[in-house]
């Protein structure tokens, strides 16, 4: 992410990421998976990277309207 470390600081809350800067200034983060549907809301959060592929094509799949 970029940003002001307010905003960035924000945005990782929200999420429940948890990061910390390293006194050698390496950035150390968990990880989180997020599908966002059309409307800019969260419709999923996978945690760290135990998801398949199947897992989120399904939730990508839920929140995309079939085809016309």
């Known amino acids: ?4 470390p ?3 600081k ?5 999420f429940g990421l948890d990061y910390y800067t390293e006194p050698a200034g ?3 983060h968990s990880l989180r998976t997020a599908v966002i549907d059309r409307d800019g809301r ?6 760290s990277n135990s ?4 897992d989120v094509l ?5 929140v995309t309207p079939p085809a016309s």
């Open 42 to 47: 969260v419709s999923r959060v996978f945690e």
């Open 10 to 14: 924000q945005l990782a809350a929200f």
């Open 58 to 62: 399904d939730a990508l799949r839920a």
């Open 1 to 4: 992410a970029t940003g002001t």
């Open 26 to 28: 390496r950035v150390v």
């Open 6 to 8: 307010e905003h960035v």
């Open 51 to 54: 998801w398949t592929t199947k």
